[in-house]
């Protein structure tokens, strides 16, 4: 069974553009979750998608949005790219209930 | 506010001994915890985890307790080996909420 995909693995941007990352769940997973790690804070949440739906979403400013397609394929988006967006954007899919959350290798975000 | 607390920021073992990981929690309505280990630039990968119906889980080398009334679990790792140095992170989740919310890790050295 392939694990949770997420392209691009490297991305560099400027200040103020926006990017667009992808996640790939494992088949069968309906719940993707996103989550922000920095060196700062850790591991942070962003949002969850059950079923095309967000169902949670956690406390960063309205730049932050995604997406989940009917296929339980995820996307989230990053508008007016700031310095400390540079992170390291990590994404988690699970069947959809109360159980562990695999996660893909991620994808590193660096704004210059 | 951290409700998840991971006080060693690192822990340093012999091959063959016992490490211990620990973790404290504030939030009363987390009910499900979980163990993950990551090394850089990768996705963490999910260890153990435990209900809070139960007090003890054990798989393997990785034993996980949970002591409810002090709001801590820890991870127990025997016998350490080298492989398993990286950081490990202690999740929680609970609630309506399906979000995990993470500690800012351990970072365990494994020395041969």
């Given at each position: 069974k392939a694990g949770v995909t997420q392209t691009p693995r490297y991305l560099i941007k400027t200040r103020g553009q926006q990017v667009t990352l992808s996640c790939s769940p494992i088949s069968g997973h309906r719940s993707v979750s996103w989550y922000q790690q920095t060196p700062g804070q850790g591991l942070q949440f962003l949002f969850e998608y059950f079923s095309e739906t967000q169902r949670n979403k956690g406390?960063?400013?309205?730049?932050f949005s995604g997406r989940q397609f009917s296929n339980s394929r995820s996307e989230m988006n990053v508008s007016t790219?700031?310095?400390?967006?540079s992170a390291l954007y990590l994404c988690a899919s699970n069947p959809g209930g109360r159980t562990e959350a695999f996660f893909g290798q991620g994808t590193r975000l660096t704004v210059v | 506010d951290q409700q998840v607390k991971q006080n060693s920021p690192s822990l340093s073992v012999q091959e063959g001994r016992i490490s211990i990981l620990n973790c404290d929690y504030t939030n009363s309505m987390f009910d499900y915890f979980l163990w993950y280990k990551k090394y850089p630039a990768e996705g963490p990968t999910f260890l153990i985890s435990i209900s809070s119906i139960k007090d003890k889980n054990e798989d393997g080398r990785f034993t996980v307790f949970l002591n409810k009334s002090a709001k801590h679990l820890s991870l127990h790792i025997?016998?350490?080996?080298?492989?398993?140095?990286a950081v490990y992170f202690c999740a929680a989740s609970g609630g309506s909420n399906y979000k995990l919310t993470f500690g800012k890790g351990t970072l365990l050295t494994v020395n041969p």
């Open positions: 406390n960063f400013p309205g730049r790219l700031e310095l400390g967006d | 025997v016998p350490s080996q080298p492989g398993d140095s």
